[in-house]
């Protein structure tokens, strides 16, 4: 196991405090990047093998690089902070607990790739981080570590925050956009890709909380520290989230090696006594189960992807044989169906019928040929649909009917 770098200040600083982050080594990455060219800082980032921890796991240094390159002007530093899959509250904890870091680490983002404005997009529920945030970034604009000319230099470089309103969709990057610039959140057709044409029409980098926040200890302590820690394909610390049947739910910072067993039993305190796991829904309500059988699987995206599980943004939603399991997909299908902008049909009508099936499937009341209506929806989704949500709406019910976790009722 490692310690804490991620959550490091996290619980040890007031949040709140600027002399507090700066005690811990705080804005001093910010200081280090701007004795370098924005280009060195871009293959720092690209030389540590980052890759996106909001779940599509991109390589972070590629999206930067192609960023910096694009010669309009302006360009936009974008922070996904509209954390709102099932099962995941890792960038709340950093948002509420560390402020300070992103708001470094969204400077530095902007110095690299040539950004002089930055936004960061909250989740409207999330009430603590956006108080926390909004000071984090009046408090660095006094000290001068945002606005025009910081810390003395030619780079300028300011930071707004918008709130989101409670769409799930809000959480793909372009409907997120769509959303700061007024509009409905719903996805936008790619390509154009958002390092070419991203918010208000511009070049834009967007990543998420966990992803900057790893930038700063890039800078400071190197990319090739940063490859001693995790796996070749995923370097660098991770956020689990664990919740559910575990005496201790939270979030964890661990390598990719970990398995799940060792996440589950060792870290979250394992389940409550007499109980055992029925099945483990990874990556959150767009993820996969595991069986217990798979628990020592680490949970690297090659050994995930072998038994058929994403990884995600980390959750790890463990679930004992207290709960049915079909009321579990029942909401996981509900949720889709609600959540669905409707700018698709393949995704406004599939989540539907999904629900509808699905619903059926828990009351015991199938009717025939029902899975295999199920499986037909799940393909036309994942090939035609606009955005992940989607292409992924029926990743954890098909996991769960083809894993065995759940019998299939006999039509009547």
């Given amino acids: 196991m490692i310690a804490p770098i ?11 405090s600027l002399a507090d982050y700066e005690a811990y080594e705080g804005f001093r990455a910010l200081r280090q990047v701007l004795m370098r060219r924005p280009e060195q800082v871009v293959e720092m980032v690209k030389a540590s093998g980052l890759r996106g921890r909001g779940g599509a796991l991109f390589p972070t240094g590629v999206k930067w690089e192609a960023v910096a390159r694009q010669p309009r002007r302006p360009k936009y530093v974008v922070c996904n902070a509209d954390e709102s899959e099932p099962g995941t509250f890792k960038d709340r904890v950093l ?20 950004a002089s404005k930055g936004y960061i997009y909250v989740r409207g529920e999330y009430h603590r981080a956006y108080t926390r945030l909004s000071r984090a970034v009046s408090v660095a604009r006094e000290a001068g570590y ?57 070049p834009t980098l967007i990543n998420n909380v966990e992803t ?71 990556g959150g309500a767009a993820g996969a189960f595991a069986t217990p059988e798979e628990m020592d699987t680490p949970l690297t995206p090659e050994a995930l992807q072998a038994i058929g599980v994403p990884l995600g943004s980390g959750a790890i939603m463990v679930i ?29 009508l599939g989540t539907y019928r999904q629900w509808e099936i ?36 029926a990743n954890a019910i098909l996991s769960a009917l083809e894993k065995g976790l759940v019998s299939v009722p006999t039509p009547a």
Avoid at 6 to 16: A, K, M, Y
Avoid at 98 to 103: I, L
Avoid at 323 to 331: F, G, I, K, S, T
Avoid at 371 to 388: K, Q
């Fill in 358 to 393: 699905v619903e059926r499937l828990a009351r015991g009341e199938p009717l025939p040929g029902d899975v295999e209506r199920l499986r037909d929806i799940a393909a036309t989704m994942a090939d035609a649909s606009i955005c992940g949500l989607g292409q992924t709406a």
């Fill in 212 to 282: 900057l926040a790893c930038i700063p200890w890039i800078v400071r302590s190197g990319p090739a520290w940063f490859r001693e820690i995790g796996s070749p394909a995923m370097p660098g610390p991770k956020l689990f989230c664990v919740s559910g049947a575990v005496q201790r739910p939270g979030v964890y910072e661990a390598p990719v090696t970990i398995t799940l067993r060792e996440l589950i039993e060792g870290m979250a305190g394992g389940l409550p006594s007499g109980q055992e796991v029925q099945a483990i829904l990874v």
């Fill in 146 to 202: 945002l606005g025009t000319h910081i810390l003395g230099s030619d780079f300028s470089f300011d930071i707004e925050i918008r709130r989101g309103a409670g769409a799930y969709v809000c959480g793909e990057e372009t409907a997120l956009f769509e959303s700061i610039e007024g509009k409905r959140g719903m996805p936008r057709q790619k390509p154009p890709f958002p390092t070419e044409q991203g918010l208000f029409g511009q």
């Fill in 6 to 16: 991620l959550l490091r200040r996290v619980g040890h600083i007031d949040p709140e």
């Fill in 95 to 114: 948002l509420e607990g560390d402020p300070f870091a992103v708001v470094e680490a969204m400077v530095i983002a902007g110095y690299a790739v040539g």
């Fill in 320 to 348: 004992d044989h207290r709960v049915p399991l079909w009321e579990v997909l029942r909401r996981v299908a509900r949720f889709f169906a609600h959540e669905s902008c409707g700018k698709c049909y393949p995704c406004q």
